[in-house]
């Protein structure tokens, strides 16, 4: 039995990202993702709902939404993944009009 990878397939939507599968089997899988800033190898593990980045570890829900994130220590960052919208600066306080 192959590994469902809807939860995955959602995440790259909503992303809007496009994946390219190299490798499949019941345990994991295994492609590569096509970001606005280039190519990021990926490994899925389906029964963790866990996405495994170069620079990153992403958990996910049954749904594709995100639900942890733990960034690779003693790594240099992925330059080709783009942020997460969450981890964007957020823009300066106006300290005028308060």
Do not use: C
Not at 75 to 84: D, G, Q, S, T
Request: aromatic residues 8%.
């Amino acid at each position: 039995m192959r590994a469902s990878v809807k939860p995955l397939t959602h995440w790259v939507i909503y992303k809007g990202y496009k994946v390219h599968f190299t490798a499949r089997d019941a345990g994991s899988v295994a492609g590569v993702l096509t970001t606005p800033a280039g190519k990021v190898p990926f490994h899925y593990d389906p029964a963790a709902l866990r996405i495994s980045l170069p620079d990153a570890t992403i958990t996910i829900n049954e749904y594709g939404w995100e639900i942890g994130r733990q960034e690779k220590a003693n790594e240099p960052p992925n330059r080709n993944l783009p942020p997460a919208a969450q981890d964007k600066p957020k823009p300066p306080i106006d300290q005028d009009n308060q």
